[in-house]
């Protein structure tokens, strides 16, 4: 039932949101504050999910996250090879983490008494 609401919500929120950040231009400094304000909050939202081992959730946030900033800040440039090990060594830190927060749960709900 989450999943379906999540999914309509995420659905209804990805129309108003490519059309707010493609109404400006890429120098625009309404976009700029837009973009952060989007950006803080998709954040902010990223968070909450990982905090409520909503991994899923947190992905698609994290995938929304990297296609704004994309939006906003154009193609990044190219990464040196050891700023690419560093991100993908961060990022599986955090999928770790996720993990071991939903396998703490899942130890949890299986050890309570029905």
Do not use: W, Y
Not at 19 to 46: F, V, W
Not at 87 to 102: M, N, T, V
């Amino acid at each position: 039932m989450k999943r379906c609401v999540l999914a309509v919500a995420l659905a209804l929120a990805m129309p108003a949101f490519a059309q707010s950040t493609q109404s400006a231009q890429p120098g625009d400094p309404a976009q700029g504050a837009s973009c952060q304000a989007e950006e803080a909050a998709l954040e902010r939202d990223i968070d909450l999910a990982r905090s409520r081992g909503q991994m899923l959730r947190r992905r698609q946030l994290a995938e929304a996250l990297a296609a704004l900033r994309t939006r906003c800040h154009g193609a990044e440039p190219a990464q040196s090879r050891a700023a690419r090990i560093d991100k993908l060594e961060h990022d599986i830190r955090l999928l770790r983490a996720d993990l071991e927060h939903a396998e703490e749960q899942l130890r949890e709900l299986k050890n309570e008494r029905p």
